[in-house]
């Protein structure tokens, strides 16, 4: 069955600093993969998504992810962290048609 | 604003009880899913339609059932309710059925508190 693993509950930054955000996946079939943001009290919003083709794939607010098949990961990244990207980041999987799952998610800080 | 309506934002009630919350899709969308959030169990996901037909089932408890309306709004009924069904639950909707090729919108979410 599809699933994600986000590693780490919890990550702090500098401000300016590399955000990397871990997730790693198991699928029985060539996955889809998301990765969502959901800010206080507000719903999830998709950040970026990996279909086919281009395995590093960019999304919004400057973020992007690269699938690696080899290793079953699709890691977020930002090169320099704004104090706006505080939120709670959430990765996940579809490989059948009707589902969507996702991860436990990784809450992000941005330090002064 | 994702152009998802989930009402009420907020609900307190006691053990026992049954509360109803509703989904109001974006403009278009076909499919409805219900996610429930908590911080024990992280986002679970409970149960879609898709034009009024229940197309995929999650970790929904024989407690809770849902059902979209001809008008393709949902609700999702919480019944005999516990502690620990306190959370908040979101409703997401998207264009297809097949969801591999689309994304899902997500309301703000209704946060249930049973006392």
Known sequence: AQSVTQLGSHVSVSEGALVLLRCNYSSSVPPYLFWYVQYPNQGLQLLLKYTTGATLVKGINGFEAEFKKSETSFHLTKPSAHMSDAAEYFCAVSEVGYDMRFGAGTRLTVKP | ?115
Do not use: M
């Not at chain 2, 911080?39 to 898709?50: K, V």
């Not at chain 2, 034009?51 to 407690?63: F, P, Q, S, T, V």
């Not at chain 2, 639950?89 to 979410?109: D, I, K, M, P, Q």
């Open chain 2, 1 to 115: 604003d994702s152009g998802v309506t989930q009402t009420p934002k907020h609900l307190i009630t006691a053990t026992g009880q049954r509360v109803t919350l509703r989904c109001s899709p974006r403009s278009g969308d076909l499919s409805v899913y219900w996610y429930q959030q908590s911080l024990d169990q992280g986002l679970q996901f409970l149960i879609q339609y898709y034009n009024g037909e229940e197309r995929a089932k999650g970790n929904i408890l024989e407690r809770f059932s849902a059902q979209q309306f001809p008008d393709l709004h949902s609700e999702l009924n919480l019944s005999s309710l516990e502690l620990g069904d306190s959370a908040l639950y979101f409703c997401a909707s998207s264009v297809v059925g097949e969801l591999r090729s689309g994304e899902l919108f997500f309301g703000e979410g209704s946060r249930l508190t049973v006392l």
